[in-house]
């Protein structure tokens, strides 16, 4: 149907689907209006400080509070004896663990929570932390992972010292948490054994943070007369929150309302529940009065969701033309002291499996171990770090080590091992279903903008002068959207997510999702799904998410979920309103439904144009009353959405860099990001996102990383040794786009905003390490800083003029 | 957090003068900015403090101290530490082998192996400082060293002495507290002066 002009105005003026229309909620954050965490002031409100452990392993001989308490405005010292009583000095982890609220008899790593010092103000609660006299018999720590299973290694979790597992299966070891695998172990090692050519490299994706701008926090506030307790805090995913908070303090669920405001980024770090939000719930339970607690930023950094930790190994067998026809891949994964990495129930290694990439692997077999060490727990953070990020990472070095042994060309291996565009949907071998790709035309695109050809001639020319310029290629397919809640879940709740949608009499809507933003501008996305879908202007429709009291149940917004879930939620609630819609509308204009047809923002007679009835006129009906017999008032919607299957985004990127080889300085010259989403629901928010991801793959990549000494202590959590990079250091990005749809999406979209943190950082290791390819360099482990870079000239011997 | 240092300082005594000095922790104490001995426990075992002050906070570390291995024929000995700051928030440990060397012209020198490690706070925010600092403080504590030895081997070569005498200098110069931002100050003072040398090397 050749659509009218007026139907293209009218369809513009919606800024809906593809529209890149200035977000909504700008307009307060430019203005300094937002509301942040600790911008929420109740009255009567007392402040709670931490005081943490020094030690990476202690054990705690007693604690002194006298001095503390001394100190004016001072009025309470938590410590783990007073949370006994109410049985929460432990808590369950997102990761079927237990975790320590504050540390009972002993500490398991550096900056531990010991006890709060709650007071009238923000200064004497700190005074009084420094008061705090805890006196510790120092233990000996495991830093490094390969030793915690050693067999005289020191126990961390005395706690579970003697259970058989922790949720995960059958330990070995009383600092093993579980050893997951997937795929044909049989199969894939007898295609090793046989295979012309076979690559082994270790990989190391090290602990990195992805340092939100905005530390995590939280206000709680007990009713006493009431019974009512109300939490706004910085969480990902409050919903999941408050469920936790009633399991643990027997409150009933609906006297807890969890309010998420406004959200400096997450990234993942505002997932898990931390103990600071139970002992400042805690404690107002107690006290009937509400406690604010805010996390300095060392305390974010030390202490809250890290990432990665991965100590790789990965392995391909090929033929001589370089055609993968097995993988193995392993990992030790460094949980820390307690596994509060996000997984659900049946995949601890979270979505690892995906590590066959991109590309056509017949036999694939992977393993990972989780240990105990004595570091901070989280791991579940960073802009994907369901073991995506590591999973790529493995396979798009992997690939680029394959090519470097056989001689073949980077980009030419890829093209000989992709998924052929006619055959997805595909099936991996470790049992993903890809729903779409077409990873040769946009490779292809992207290698043409560059001009790779002319990059590698010059690259040559270089490299006979002795000059370092890298290449980098990365062709990655991310995982997200979880997800299926026959596969994923959290503590048992299925990761499905809902959108609760009401027109009002005037035409414009409001609806509520179980979704959280925390900058990835839901306000407007959500909007223009909706406004598309009904046909009322994306101006009109209200978006609210993260108060409990008000939205309906969802898994919140992590893993590039909401697009996929949220979004897909927020399509089909609207579309039940358009099928009510549709029944008003024939009734209205004396037609049978099914001779009515849909155009923008009205339902129009099939051939009789001029005869028609606009939402906005169907939504005023709804609520007047001149309806088909037997229909109840009102034009709401409500859909609970549970994916029948992730969504697969894919991209293919192009890095090049110049290394000094002198000072070790990597520029990155040029970076070329072609992304495929799907249907793009606002363009302008994609490229926002992939600007932001490949600023943070950027991150870790050239200068992110936590490092301890032998000891377990932090060397490096304050914001004077963790890199952020600024505008300064920044490169410019370069980004395009394909469109595949996902086939099982109402609308077709996929999550986007993880797809350039996972493929950037291969990339730019990718670009690093073929700098050095020529000189028999086959990898260098992240952060790929000058210093390091210069250590690798330096042992090539290529340093000196 | 551990570093090793290894330093020697030239003395302006006899060795015997030196190695008598040095046996006396009480007054090897003294010469250590910062630092005093507040308790004996036993025949080499004492407890003491060092206080280090930073701009208005002051930092207190307690903890106690052993000599063992006293070697009179080698004059060389060991002595070990171990201590915490008030509030628990970090702890540092050090095992240190001293030696007294003869050196040309009846002189001595003072030679240190030492192990110094530091955990919790002072690991996590000082550890990129440690050898620096280490080394300040060692140079501040060797001319105490010096200066005490010196004022010893005077006391004794002037008419009338008597053994007795060698407990005077107990009451050091260098009690004080450790100033860290006088510290620092030596610190930047001589990485100019080492980088300006350089520059004209």
């Keep these: 149907m050749a659509a009218s002009s007026d139907a293209l105005e009218r369809d513009a003026k919606l800024q809906g689907v593809g529209s890149s229309r200035l977000r909504k909620e700008d307009a307060r954050f430019i203005r300094g209006k937002g509301t942040y965490i600790d911008d929420i002031k109740l009255p009567g409100m007392l402040f709670g400080a931490i005081v943490r452990s020094p030690y990476a392993h202690a054990r705690i001989k007693s604690i002194d509070k006298t001095k503390a308490l001394a100190v004016p405005g001072v009025v309470a010292v938590l410590v783990a004896d007073d949370l006994k009583p109410v049985k929460l000095h432990w808590m369950p982890t997102i990761g079927g663990d237990v975790q320590a609220v504050l540390a009972d008899k002993k500490v398991c790593f550096q900056m531990q929570e010991v006890a709060m010092v709650i007071a009238s103000d923000r200064y004497s609660a700190a005074d009084g932390a420094d008061l705090v006299e805890v006196e510790y018999e120092e233990l000996p720590a495991i830093v490094d992972p390969h030793k915690a299973l050693l067999p005289d290694a020191p126990i961390i979790r005395e706690d579970i010292a003697d259970k058989d597992e922790v949720g995960h299966g059958k330990r070995t070891h009383p600092n093993h948490i579980f050893t997951w695998e997937a795929g044909d172990k049989a199969g894939t090692d007898a295609v090793f054994a046989s295979a012309a050519v076979t690559v082994r490299e270790e990989i190391l994706n090290p602990r990195v943070h992805p340092c939100p701008l905005e530390t995590c926090g939280c206000v709680a506030s007990f009713d006493k007369v009431t019974g009512q307790l109300t939490v706004y805090i910085t969480s990902q995913a409050p919903h999941l929150v408050r469920t936790v908070v009633a399991m643990l303090s027997g409150i009933p669920e609906s006297k807890i309302r969890i309010v998420g405001g406004d959200i400096g980024g997450g990234f993942g770090n505002k997932v898990p529940i931390y103990p600071g939000y139970v002992v400042a719930i805690v404690a107002s339970i107690v006290t009937g009065v509400p406690i604010k607690w805010i996390e300095s930023r060392i305390e974010n950094i030390s202490t809250t969701g890290f990432a990665r930790d991965y100590h790789g190994i990965g392995e391909l067998a090929a033929d001589k033309d370089g055609r993968i026809k097995a993988l193995r891949f392993t990992a030790l994964a460094d949980h820390g002291a307690f596994n509060s990495h996000v997984s659900a129930t049946k995949l601890p290694a979270g979505l690892f499996s995906i590590c066959t990439g991109s590309y056509d692997i017949p036999k694939a077999y992977c393993r990972v171990d989780a240990v105990y060490t004595n570091k901070a727990p989280g791991g579940v953070a960073y802009r994907c770090s369901l073991r995506v990020t590591e999973a790529v990472y493995l396979i798009e070095r992997m690939v680029d080590v394959l090519a470097q042994k056989l001689g073949i060309d980077k980009a030419e291996i890829r093209r000989r091992n992709f998924v052929k565009a006619d055959k997805f949907p595909y099936t991996t071998s470790l049992g993903w279903t890809l729903d779409s790709g077409n990873y040769q035309v946009a490779l292809d695109k992207v290698l043409k903008a560059v001009d790779y050809e002319g990059l590698r001639r010059e690259q040559a020319a270089k490299r006979a002068k002795g000059e370092l310029m890298g290449i980098g290629v990365c062709t990655f397919t991310e995982i997200v959207g979880a997800g299926p809640t026959k596969v994923c879940d959290i503590l048992g709740i299925g990761l499905f997510d809902s959108c609760d949608i009401r027109v009002n009499p005037t035409g414009s809507a409001i609806a509520r999702l179980g979704t959280m933003s925390q900058g990835q501008g839901h306000a407007t996305t959500y909007a223009q799904i909706i406004a598309t879908e009904l046909g009322l202007s994306s101006d009109d429709v209200q978006i609210e998410e993260g108060d409990t009291d008000k939205a309906p149940y969802g898994a919140g917004t992590w893993g590039s979920r909401s697009t996929p879930v949220g979004g897909a939620a927020a399509a089909l609630a609207a579309r039940k309103i358009r099928a009510k819609a549709q029944k008003i509308a024939a009734h209205l204009l004396e037609v049978g439904e099914g001779d009515l047809e849909w155009e923008v923002d009205r339902f129009k007679v099939k051939g009789n144009p001029a005869q028609a009835k606009t939402m906005k006129e169907i939504a005023l009906t709804a609520h007047t009353g001149n309806l088909p017999a037997g229909m109840e008032p009102g034009l709401d919607g409500t859909e609970y959405y549970d994916p029948p299957n992730l969504t697969y985004p894919f991209g293919a990127y192009v890095c090049v860099v110049d290394i000094d080889r002198f000072t070790g300085e990597t520029k990155v010259r040029r970076f070329y990001a072609l992304d495929d989403c799907g249907t793009r629901i606002n363009p302008m928010i994609i490229e926002g996102q992939i600007h932001g991801g490949l600023t943070e793959a950027f991150a870790v990549a050239f200068g992110q990383a936590i490092p301890f000494d032998e000891n377990g202590n932090h060397l490096g959590n304050s914001l004077m040794d963790y890199f952020l990079p600024t505008a300064v250091e920044t490169p410019h990005w370069e980004t395009d786009h394909t469109v595949t749809p996902s086939p099982h999406h109402p609308i077709g979209a996929k999550g986007v905003a993880e797809s350039p943190h996972v493929g950037g950082i291969p990339c730019f290791s990718n670009a690093v390490v073929d700098a050095f390819a020529h000189l028999g360099v086959t990898h260098m482990d992240m952060p790929h800083t000058a210093y390091r870079v210069w250590q690798q000239c330096k042992a090539l011997g290529i340093n000196k003029r | ?201």
Excluded: H
């Design chain 2, 1 to 201: 957090m551990t570093i090793q240092i290894e330093k020697t300082y030239p003395m302006p005594c006899s060795p015997e003068i030196a190695w008598e000095f040095l046996q006396n922790l009480e007054a090897v104490a003294g010469c250590m900015p910062g630092a005093k001995i507040t308790e004996r426990l036993g025949a080499n075992r004492y407890k003491g403090t060092v206080t280090a002050r930073v701009g208005p906070a002051t930092m207190s570390f307690r903890g106690e101290v052993e000599l063992q291995d006293v070697d009179p024929a080698a004059r060389s000995l060991r002595l070990l530490g171990k201590g915490t700051d008030s509030t628990g928030t970090s702890a540092a440990a050090l095992s240190l082998r001293a030696r007294i060397d003869a050196a040309a012209g009846g002189l001595c020198a003072l030679s240190g192996t030492s192990e110094v490690s530091v955990s919790g706070k002072a690991a996590t925010f000082g550890g990129r400082m440690m050898n620096t600092v280490a080394e300040q403080i060692l140079q501040q504590f060797a001319d105490n060293f010096a200066a005490q030895v010196s004022a010893l081997q005077a006391q004794r070569a002037a008419p009338g002495s008597g053994a007795g005498a060698s407990a005077a200098p107990t009451a050091a110069a260098g009690a004080r507290e450790l100033n860290v931002l006088a510290l620092a100050w030596a610190i930047f003072r001589n990485w100019l002066r080492r980088f300006f040398s350089r520059k004209s090397a």
